[in-house]
């Protein structure tokens, strides 16, 4: 069998897509470029000119910019491993290194679920596959994130305490650890279901635990494994299938 190419109708994963965001993913130019192909007349939609970026796309829709059909490859899950000092951003920043230098290779239309901060290294995964995306992200679904927190000295039972019985990190915002398991005198592994901004971190601010180093190390039912800093890899035909059913997506054959 020949290799999948990628469907030349809008498929029904991104019914609802803003045609701009659309031209984006396809590899057409930055959202804000694509904005002005549009309003110039470049792009037609199953035959007419659309000159609004923001028209939103139907299943079967064909797409065309400058004569030629858009099309958006195949849905992929992608993990990295990132090193502390990258910024998540699929952007550019002047001063910053950012993941963006780290993808090479990876298809067109990368987003990340989610981010790390700076200073946090680990899992992050990346697909082209919005729902996916926005079931890994959206505290409805609960998914599962796992952290490796390295601390500069050891953890007194007060401060493991209130960690197990969860506190306040901010004003009306309560956090709890689903898993905690204590491995080493400055180490301790933990399970979120909720991925608030900066969530680990003020989790252990609140409760005096003294951070050297924090990496993520498992999203839902994705594991880092070996996989080395600075690298990142496909996931393989299980590792897709477990992370779809976990999110109730149906099972693909890409």
């Not at 969530?199 to 924090?214: D, H, I, N, P, W």
């Amino acid at each position: 069998m020949g290799k999948k190419k990628p469907n030349p109708e809008v498929p029904k994963h991104l019914d609802g897509t803003r045609l701009n965001r659309f031209l984006a993913r396809a590899g057409k130019g930055s959202r804000r470029a694509c904005d002005g192909f549009v309003v110039d007349g470049f792009v037609s939609i199953n035959g007419t000119v659309i000159r609004n970026p923001a028209h939103r796309l139907e299943a079967g829709d064909r797409v065309r910019y400058l004569g030629e059909t858009v099309s958006i490859p195949l849905p992929f899950v992608a993990v990295l491993n990132k090193p502390v000092g990258y910024e998540t951003t699929m952007g550019e920043r002047k001063g910053v290194r950012t993941v963006t230098e780290l993808l090479t290779g990876m298809p067109q239309g990368a987003a990340p679920a989610g981010r790390l901060d700076l200073r946090t290294g680990g899992l992050l995964l990346f697909s082209n596959d919005g729902d996916l995306i926005h079931r890994l992200t959206h505290p409805k679904w609960k998914i599962e994130r796992e952290y490796i927190l390295i601390l500069s000295r050891a953890p007194s039972e007060k401060a493991l305490e209130r960690l197990r019985k969860g506190v306040m990190i901010e004003p009306r915002v309560f956090s709890r650890p689903s898993d905690i398991v204590i491995s080493g005198k400055q180490k301790i592994r933990l399970v979120l279901t909720t991925g608030r901004n900066h969530e680990v971190r003020k989790l252990a601010k609140t409760c005096r635990l003294y951070l050297s180093g924090l990496e993520r190390v498992r999203y839902g039912p994705v594991k880092i494994g070996t996989l080395k800093r600075g690298s990142w890899r496909f996931l393989n035909d299980n590792e897709r299938n477990e992370l779809r059913k976990t999110l109730g997506l149906k099972l693909t054959d890409e």
